[in-house]
């Protein structure tokens, strides 16, 4: 659970200036190709009050600078902020839903294995994607910081997987839900540990982030 919640902390608010780092595509990520920017970026929630929304819209990265700023909305892929990255929701894909279902703005993610990404957000199903990413929680300042110290905040969540290293259309990036049937798949090497994740009787219970971050955790997949 340390671990767990070193990585939620990791999602706490920014409000900064800072330079940073981005990548238009999967390759150019997978092969560590990043565009330095020398301009000073402004990193805040799109909200002015701070709210949080969840599984995308959360970041707005901003020179002040009509060109760049354009760029990374509509072409960044992923920027790195102080050794962190932040995917663009505009460029990801859920099944056969357009992009928008993920929202507007960047998400904290985390590499996952050698080449892709992990994300958290509210669990959704293909008939909700549209509504689900823009579920918004209401944490706010003290409250945020105590939510996140909750193994119940990570029970409602979900994980899912931006798949770099696989098939990419030119603008969009697939996303996969890490549910059972995914993790049965991951695990199929590892039948204790896989066993031990199905022993989590409730559906919810079970794909919900606390307990397959646990899992994958401790088969050294995640990384901050």
């Given at each position: 659970m340390k671990k767990l919640f070193l990585l939620c902390l990791a999602i706490l608010?920014?409000?900064a200036l800072a330079q940073i780092k981005?990548?238009?595509?999967?390759?150019?990520?997978?092969?560590?190709?990043?565009?330095?920017?020398?301009?000073?970026?402004?990193?805040?929630?799109?909200?002015?009050?701070?709210?949080?929304?969840?599984?995308?819209?959360?970041?707005?990265?901003?020179?002040?600078?009509k060109k760049i700023d354009k760029l990374l909305k509509k072409d960044g892929l992923?920027?790195?902020?102080?050794?962190?990255?932040?995917?663009?929701c505009r460029r990801l894909i859920f099944k056969d839903y357009a992009s928008k279902g993920f929202g507007i703005g960047y998400t904290k993610a985390?590499?996952?294995?050698?080449?892709d990404l992990l994300i958290i957000c509210p669990p959704v199903s293909s008939s909700d994607v549209m509504?689900?990413?823009?579920?918004?929680?209401?944490l706010i300042g003290a409250t945020?910081?105590?939510?996140?110290?909750?193994?119940?905040?990570?029970?409602?969540?979900?994980?899912?997987?931006?798949?770099?290293?696989?098939?990419?259309?030119?603008?969009?990036?697939?996303?996969?839900h890490l549910d059972t049937e995914q993790m049965e798949k991951l695990l199929s090497d590892d039948p204790s540990l896989l066993d031990e994740y199905k022993s989590v009787e409730k559906k919810s219970?079970?794909?919900?982030?606390?307990?397959?971050?646990?899992i994958l955790f401790r088969k050294g997949w995640i990384k901050k």
């Open positions: 608010p920014l409000s981005y990548c238009t595509t999967p390759i150019e990520f997978m092969e560590d190709q990043w565009v330095s920017l020398d301009n000073p970026i402004e990193v805040d929630h799109h909200s002015q009050k701070r709210k949080w929304w969840w599984g995308g819209s959360e970041f707005k990265f901003s020179t002040g600078v992923v920027v790195m902020y102080d050794d962190s990255l932040y995917v663009n985390f590499r996952f294995k050698k080449s509504s689900g990413f823009s579920f918004m929680f209401g945020a910081v105590a939510a996140v110290k909750s193994k119940d905040w990570l029970e409602n969540m979900a994980c899912y997987i931006v798949r770099m290293s696989s098939y990419y259309d030119g603008d969009h990036v697939p996303v996969m219970v079970r794909e919900g982030a606390a307990n397959t971050l646990d």
